[in-house]
């Protein structure tokens, strides 16, 4: 245990160093810039200029002619130098950045301002009284050498702009002058901004030899980067996975180890990419190389972000899952899934259009097509719009939830998942069907695993042997036995005769099971019975079963129906009377000699 804490100890303070390193050349830059903060003023600017070029530093330039072009230039360099990085964005405005490639444009564009007033400041000075202010003049050139020309030209907005051939020199420009000294008393350009420009100043003169189209430090440099980036990927998927393992032991979740490294690869993957996309900036290369290597990191980075995106989005599921197995609520059942895929689309989505803006891809053209393609959109999506709401109604109306046992446009089974699209049943066969969300709007959903009582509805038959006082404690042995069960519904049940069957007397049995599932419900159902038969053999009732009696006898010549004397009325009258008196006799013996209206039946 101790030999483990010691090697993630020194993986972090080997990360910790590595980041360091990174950072240095930028703090280095800057506390050099600091330092000259109080130094003289970068331009010698005339008294009908001053207020200008005072206010130029917190307000946008105006690129209404060359001079004010170079100097709003310099003096938003100069505030980057001094604090304000922020104007950098200000200083960018100046170069027109049509030759530079869109992919690298943010990356170079900074870099390029950083370079050009390192040109200029190897040049000579900047006196603004020598600056053409003229809108309407014809193109200034600063300088112009055989490796290239600083010049300012104006565009067909009026803008007046460091030409694109002026910003395709500078790095040609820069190597040519890099041995001129500085003029005196200028501001030291914020290599933060470049730094590049700052590593590219500290390498020996022995390390600077062009080979294969590269210096020997660069080349040096992308070695060390693509071993940077391999260490990181190991560094940082083993500590995401000891911190995520002691995570889940100390919340008591058990994932598969197995699961966990698939997830967490590629954020191994996406630390490397991230460190050969930013490493790059302090290379210096040339564009050609820098924009292949700085799209091909992107790309790298855009698949690991995204293939770390789903695994983190299946793992973080998983405990989420876990976590709800152990609540009550059926509802996050439902949510975390659908939560799941919604996560995986919104990357997908954030996925393509990085990868297309890396490409250069026009993204706003396309989203115009998908606006006037957008009714067309709208009637082959009918389906998917309609699962949609499908799912909202899951959420909202909550018809059912994962686990319960439905019924649902001719199809049954226990929910498994509910998704955009549909909802996944697995059937008593224990196949699985997939129902779109859609039929959830259109058809009944019939919930029985929503049911506070088991119904069961049956019927008894006796023979009709059985005596009146057989069926009386029949019947009220069995109210009593459902009395008692502990699994039945004690406020209502029925135990009556109920009909006079060909073959039986009907005794209903009508019950509700307090069950909460069907397994128990059988359980439950089958203890009811037995107790039933053992009450029916210590009562001695049989039950009936399907039966028919044939009486046989000798023929005999059929009566004359001449012979036959007609019914009497007397007789007739006799026997209804006989009939009334008997029927009041065994009501009486009931119901006493003065019956009253019984009040209604209960199940108490």
Partial sequence: MSRRRTRQHGFGILLALVCWLLLLPGQIAWAQAELLTGGMVRTEISAADSTSASTSSTADIRLRSPR????GFLDAI??????????????????DLESIPASIRSERAPQLAVELKEVIDRTRYVIADEIPDDAQGPPYVFLRRQEGEIVLAANERGEWRFTAGTVESIPTLLRATEDQERVKGVLESPLSIAPGLWVQSKVPTSLRTSRLWLEDWQWIGLFLLIFLGILLD????????????????RKKVTIAEKFLKDGLRPIGLLAMALTWWFGLRYLALPDRFFVVLLLAARLVAAVAGLWAG???????????????????????DVLIPMFRKALKVFLTVIGILFIANSLDLDITAFLAGLGLGGLALALAAKDTIENLFGSLTVLLDRPFNVGDWIKLAGQEGTVTEVGFRSSRIRTFYDSVITIPNSHLINNTVDNMGA???RRWSTKLGVQYDTTPEQIEAFCEGIREIIRNHPYTRKDYFHVYVNEFAASSLEILLYVFHEAPDWQTELRERHRLFLDILRLARRLGVQFAFPTQTLHMFRGQPPEDLDTIPP????????????????????????LGESPEKPPPASSN
Wanted: charged residues 30%; aromatic residues 4%; proline residues 1%.
């Fill in 451 to 453: 049911r506070r009582y």
């Fill in 310 to 332: 789903f695994r983190a989005t299946d793992v973080i599921a998983e405990y989420l899952m876990k976590q709800a197995q152990t609540t009550e609520s059926k509802l996050d």
């Fill in 567 to 590: 019914p009497q009325a007397d007789d007739v009258d006799a026997a209804i009377g006989e009939g009334s008196a008997l029927g009041k006799r065994i009501v009486r013996e009931l």
């Fill in 78 to 95: 100069n505030d980057v130098a001094r604090g304000t990085k922020e104007r950098i964005d200000d200083a960018v405005r100046c170069l």
């Fill in 68 to 71: 004010a072009t170079m100097m």
């Fill in 234 to 249: 190991r560094i940082v998927a083993g500590v995401v996975m000891s911190n995520l393992k002691r995570f889940l032991s």
